[in-house]
């Protein structure tokens, strides 16, 4: 089977397996993982801040960032498309009464901050505080300019705001760019990073930060049930990636690329340009896009089922299935 459908897919290699199951662990909850310990270390180092806390998801480190920027009645501005808003199930409203500010993401995945700045609240009983500024990169694949994100940061501090980074795919930013994740970070009060995205673990995400943000994300953590105990053997899945899972995420872009470029030559579909690892596909309509899902589905290739078909490629997709991939997607056009 090749898996389209996201990067979250990828299965942990043998030798990602063989790192965790020699992995020295100890309960983490007592702070004596040493694996965990030393991954956060890590982190921290390469982001450039001073602390780094592990946790399940990208969901539960983006939520503690918002529950520890932001107090009940405080505010975030979020695009109405950004995960922080759309894609976590409110967890900040329901769990922390923190309000969201959504606004519409511009075509280049930004926020237009003369927009987002007209909606800073001032400090007046009737209005709730606003206190973050949280955006995203990658969003839809796309790497958001540095320039905007200094950008941001000078409106942040001009209204002393934090300012939070959904880096679920910061790594693929960092290759596509050639920056380091230290310089990325750097604008941001906080960044929370996904290994179970193109880096490839099953489980594990990061949240960097100043030392007592991160012990605030802690507390909170803790409260949310997601203190884990020998919670090492992720962890050394973490590392491993680290080691050998960020470089080559300059061949999932370039597979996007190959599949752009392919795809491109089909009659019948309009094919976004690529976005690091991301390809996205508009069928003329969704029975369309259904019938060539199906199809490839039945050469056991699998891909999202809507007319603006999101195509992700990662580390369980290889250089010969791109030909493979297009090839099936010409015969499933030429099928309808
Ligand atoms: C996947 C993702 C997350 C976190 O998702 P989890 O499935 O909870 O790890 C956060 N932000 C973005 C942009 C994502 O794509």
Redesign the pocket.
């Known amino acids: 089977m090749i898996d389209l459908r ?1 990067d ?1 897919v990828t299965r942990p290699t043998a030798a990602m397996r063989a790192a965790m199951a020699a992995a020295p662990v100890g309960d983490d909850v007592f702070g004596d993982d040493p694996t965990i310990n030393a991954l956060q270390q890590r982190m921290a180092a390469l982001a450039g801040k001073e602390a780094a806390l592990i946790a ?7 939520l503690l960032a918002l529950l520890s920027h932001c107090q009940r009645g405080e505010e975030y501005l979020v695009g109405q498309e ?3 808003y759309r ?2 199930a409110g967890g900040a409203a329901v769990l922390g009464g923190i309000v969201p500010q959504p606004f519409e993401v511009e075509a280049d995945g930004t926020l237009n901050l003369a927009a987002v700045e007209k909606r800073i609240k001032p400090d007046d009983p009737h209005f709730p505080i606003t206190r973050l500024l949280s955006l ?1 990169n ?2 839809t694949g796309r790497v958001i300019p540095q320039d905007y994100m200094l950008k941001a940061r000078r409106l942040c501090d001009k209204h002393g705001l934090k300012l939070h980074l ?1 880096g ?2 910061v790594f693929n930013a960092c290759v596509a760019t050639q920056q380091p994740l230290a310089e990325l970070a750097a604008p941001f009060d906080s960044v ?1 990073i ?1 290994f ?2 193109g880096l490839g673990t099953p489980i594990g ?1 990061v949240l960097v930060g100043s030392k007592k943000f991160i012990e605030r994300a802690h507390r909170w953590r803790k409260m949310l049930g997601g203190g884990m105990r020998q919670a090492g053997i992720i962890a050394a899945a973490m590392d491993y990636a680290l080691d050998h899972h960020i470089e080559r995420l300059a061949d999932d872009h370039k597979h996007a690329q190959l599949l752009h470029d392919g795809l491109s030559q089909l009659d019948g579909i309009r094919v976004e340009p690529a976005q690091t690892n991301m390809v996205y596909v508009n069928f003329d309509s969704l029975e369309q896009a259904l019938k060539v899902s199906d199809y490839l589905l039945e050469h056991n290739v699998i891909t999202a089922r809507s007319a603006r078909m999101r195509l992700v490629t990662h580390l369980d997709v290889q250089s010969d299935d791109i030909g493979h991939i297009v090839t099936l997607f010409k015969q499933a056009l030429q099928r309808i």
């Open positions: 996201s979250t399940s998801s990208g969901t539960q480190t983006n950004y995960h922080t894609y976590e995203e990658t969003h959904d679920a795919r929370s996904c179970s995205k995400s």
